[in-house]
Every structure is written in structure tokens, then in C-alpha cells.
């Protein structure tokens, strides 16, 4: 029989251990929420904890709920005035439902239909996009002729809908696409309604025609300045008062008989954390501090953080006056500001490192993104890889919007592919020139559909090298379907 023993032997272990913090735990937490879970956090902390109050939010059923108590008779009759005011404004038609009665009448294919029936639910109460997505934004990527062609074509389709003028940037180029579609608009009247109506302050013709002579004459002394539409016109105070005359009889506001409802518009883009904005001008070199990036000699680009519907929190100012150590809600109320605010600047600081990183992209579009990993964000911003995920992870929410369109933060970080003259190419360019190929063969040989093996080839020919089986997944991941099923 065996002899079993049973022995006890100690060992000395060194271990390190690191323990996260509450308010480190609670910052990484709001990292990676979305505006809406985080809307609600905010709101649920509001109610609990007296010594932070809401300064400024949007509207929210929640913050008038919280404060109709204390409402006064006066605010009772203003509700009330409201309340008429909305079930009036219901009986009217929407501009959304106008365009689209107008909309299901045309005969049009699948792609022009989708794009246009986007644009109308993107447009604002003054039936204009310069405050919503950019429509560059609402083409999808999966359907190879939703290109810039086709989306021209139907802003122009929607802009000579009843009423005449909507789907415009904003309510001057509204005033402009009218007098293009009336024809009968002097060639002055137009170059005054393309950019130039600040020259019509004030409306008195003598000194509008200075200021249109002075404009002349400082514009060609520009070296290579393209000619005006009015290059070759004597212009006199009679032609600039009928100018003025006409444009005084255009619409200003042509959806102001609507009302708009936006409703059934796509709202997974509504989590906007950055605004990168292009501004002329020249600087010297990128101001991190104030969110400015260097471009080219001519332009630069601002970065923005975006609140969206976050409400704006603070400490109530009574609690300078209170005692220290008085109150735990107190030092709560701090630390949850503290977390609120390190989101803002770690969001905004990536924001900046990205944009320098990918200033080709900002500046000449899509096809020009560079590879990026987290990794190396991570490591240029001495931040760990799990905090970057948590701002760029595809479900939460968080998206950029610039002049070229609203993208998912995740879409700046992709692996990259060699060219034949050994430079990287990012994933993301490589699939925006298969859905160039793609386009372009549709656009010449509607009966060819390009298998991957031909995708393949072209791309290969022009430098890139890139295997069939890699094409194929690429294909796939764009929603595209194979030469077989592709319509």
C-alpha cells in the first residue's frame, strides 16, 4: 500500500496590485457612453445630490417636470399659449409630408429615391441642410451609385418641388437657386444673390453700385482671378434698382407655411462628439490649446467638442460657503463634474491628435485617410489602448462630423496595406477606391458587373498590392454584393 503524506510548505510571493478609484472608475464609465446614457446619468445625479443644479439644457420632458412646481401664473398662460400654438401647428402639413407627396409622384429608381427621401427628412424649419448632416454624409456607401452625380441631381429635383427653393445650404443660396429657376434673372441680379448680398446693405443704388465697382477693381488686380458674369455689362443705378426690385419679390423664407418634422430622419448619427470646421486664414503653426490645426498656407482647422443635447451641470455657489468636510454630497457633486470634464478633454485632445494626424484626409476627402491604429494614438497621447477604445468603439455612439460628412470615430483607426512604391495605404481608401471602380464601371458598362479577380488586377495595376481573397472581404464589409447577385 502506498504512502500517502500531506505537507504544508510556505512560499513568499511579491505581488503589485493597482486599485482604480471611484472617480477613476466613474471617468472611464463616461468614456465610453453615448450622449443618451450619459443624458440620463446627469439627470438621475441632478435629482439625487442638492448641490449641483442644471444651467442650461435644450429642452427635456425631465428638467420641465422637475421645475413645474415652482411655476408662476404667468408661466401657467405661457404653457397653455404653447400647448394652443403646438395643436395648431399639428393641424398643418409638414414640409417633410409636402415633399413627399410630391416625391411618391415621380417616377424615379430605387437610389435617387432613397437619397432624396434622406435629404427631405435632413432639412431644418427653414427647409434648408446647412444646420443638419452634410448630404455628402447620407449617401450609402453600399449602393455604388449613390455617388456625387446622383446626389446633385436630386438636391436640384427637391429644389424645384413646391415650394421653390428648399434643400439649400441656407436661406441666401435659397434666394439664389430661385432666380435660377424663374430664368428670367438678370446676369447682375445673380451676382449679386451668389455670395454678394451683403452689398445691399444699405438697399440704396448709388452707393450699392460703388460698392460693386470697387469690388471689380479690387478683383482683377488678383493674378489668374477668374471673369465675373458681369465682366462685360455697364452696369448703371437703373439696372442695380431693378436688381434690387426683383430680389425683394423672392421668397426669404420658403418653408414658413410648414412646419418641420425630422422624425423619421436616421438618428444613429445624432451623437456628434467633434466639429472639425475649415477656416481661410493662415497660421503659423497648430495651437493645441485652442483646438486649431495647421492645413496648408491658406486654411486651417478648428476642433470642436460638441455638448449636444448634454444638459450644462454646475455646484450651486452656496457651497463656497459652506464649511469643509461638511457635506459627502458635496465632495460627489465635485468629483462627478471632474469626471464630466475629463471626458470633454480627452475626447477633445484625440480629436486634435487625429486631425493632425489625418490632415490629407481633411483636406482633400475620403480617399486620402492614412493607416492608424489605437495603439498608436494611445502611446502619442500617454494614455492606455483601453482608454482610446472606449471613445472609438463602434457601439458607442460617437461620430465626427466635418465638411466631407459625419463618420464613427472607429472609422479613422484601420490597418494598412503596402504600394508598389512602398507606401501605406489605409483599409478604408483601399474600399473607397473599389466603390470608385465599381461606380465607374457602372457609370460606362451598366451590363458588367467587376468580379473580385478583375477588382484585383485594376487595383494591382495601380500599385496596389493586394491579394483577391482580401478584395472579396472588403466587398463584403461594404455591403456590396458579388458580380453574380450585384444589381
Known amino acids: ?72 401664473y404667468s408661466n401657467q398662460k405661457a404653457d397653455s399659449y404653447q400647448q394652443l400654438l403646438e395643436s395648431y401647428q399639428n393641424k398643418r402639413e409638414s414640409l417633410q409630408e409636402h415633399l413627399l407627396h410630391q416625391l411618391n409622384a415621380m417616377k424615379l429608381s430605387y437610389d ?69 429657376i424663374a430664368g428670367d434673372a438678370s446676369d447682375l441680379t445673380l451676382f449679386l444673390l451668389d455670395g454678394n448680398l451683403s452689398m445691399l446693405n444699405p438697399p ?33 443705378e437703373e439696372d442695380v434698382r431693378e436688381s434690387l426690385e426683383y430680389i425683394l419679390k423672392l421668397n426669404p423664407k420658403p418653408a414658413a407655411e410648414y412646419f418641420s418634422d425630422s422624425s423619421f430622419a436616421d438618428s444613429n448619427l445624432a451623437d456628434v462628439a467633434l466639429i472639425i470646421e475649415k477656416k481661410q486664414g493662415f497660421v503659423a503653426q497648430d495651437d493645441e490649446e485652442k483646438g486649431i490645426v495647421k492645413l496648408n498656407d491658406e486654411n486651417y482647422l478648428v476642433v470642436k467638442y460638441s455638448r449636444g443635447d448634454l444638459p450644462e451641470i454646475r455646484l450651486l455657489p452656496e457651497v463656497n460657503l459652506l464649511k469643509k468636510g461638511q457635506s459627502e454630497l458635496v465632495s460627489q457633486a465635485k468629483n462627478f463634474l471632474f469626471s464630466l470634464q475629463y471626458r470633454e478633454s480627452t475626447i477633445l485632445l484625440q480629436g486634435i491628435k487625429l486631425v493632425q494626424r489625418q490632415r490629407e484626409f481633411f483636406e482633400k476627402g475620403p480617399g486620402f485617410i492614412k493607416p492608424m491604429t489605437r495603439k498608436q494614438m494611445a502611446d502619442e497621447l500617454s494614455l492606455h489602448e483601453s482608454t482610446i477604445s472606449r471613445i472609438t468603439g463602434k457601439k458607442n455612439g460617437k461620430f465626427l462630423r466635418c465638411e466631407w460628412g459625419v463618420f464613427p470615430l472607429s472609422y479613422f483607426f484601420n490597418s494598412g496595406l503596402k504600394t508598389s512604391t512602398e507606401n501605406e495605404l489605409s483599409s478604408e481608401t483601399i474600399k473607397f477606391k473599389i466603390q470608385e471602380i465599381i461606380a465607374e464601371n457602372r457609370e460606362k458598362n451598366p451590363a458588367e458587373n467587376l468580379s473580385d479577380s478583375k477588382l484585383t488586377s485594376i487595383l494591382n495595376e495601380q500599385g496596389i498590392k493586394i491579394a483577391r481573397r482580401t478584395v472579396a472581404k472588403y466587398r463584403a464589409q461594404l455591403g456590396i454584393e458579388n458580380s453574380y447577385n450585384r444589381q
Open 1 to 72: 500500500m502506498s504512502d500517502f503524506r500531506q505537507t504544508q510548505v510556505q512560499k513568499a510571493s511579491q505581488k503589485q496590485t493597482y486599485k482604480l478609484s471611484q472617480i477613476q472608475i466613474q471617468s472611464i464609465n463616461f468614456l465610453a457612453m453615448n450622449n443618451e446614457n450619459l443624458r440620463e446619468e446627469i439627470f438621475d445625479f441632478v435629482e439625487k445630490n442638492p448641490f449641483v443644479e442644471i444651467v442650461r439644457h435644450k429642452s427635456d420632458k425631465r428638467v420641465k417636470e422637475k421645475y413645474s412646481e415652482s411655476s408662476s
Open 204 to 236: 440704396i443704388p448709388e452707393k450699392i453700385l460703388k460698392k460693386i465697382n470697387g469690388f471689380l477693381d479690387s478683383w482683377h488686380k488678383k493674378a489668374f482671378a477668374p471673369a465675373l458674369i458681369i465682366d462685360d455689362i455697364e452696369i448703371s
Open 112 to 180: 435617387e429615391y432613397e437619397i432624396c427621401k434622406a435629404l427631405i427628412y435632413n432639412l431644418d424649419k427653414n427647409g434648408c441642410y446647412g444646420n443638419n448632416l452634410l448630404p455628402k454624409s447620407l449617401l450609402n456607401p453600399s449602393r455604388p451609385l449613390q455617388n456625387q452625380v446622383l446626389l446633385e441631381k436630386c438636391i436640384e429635383k427637391i429644389q424645384r418641388m413646391d415650394p421653390i427653393g428648399t434643400c439649400c445650404k441656407n436661406l441666401e443660396e435659397s434666394l439664389f437657386v430661385q432666380a435660377k
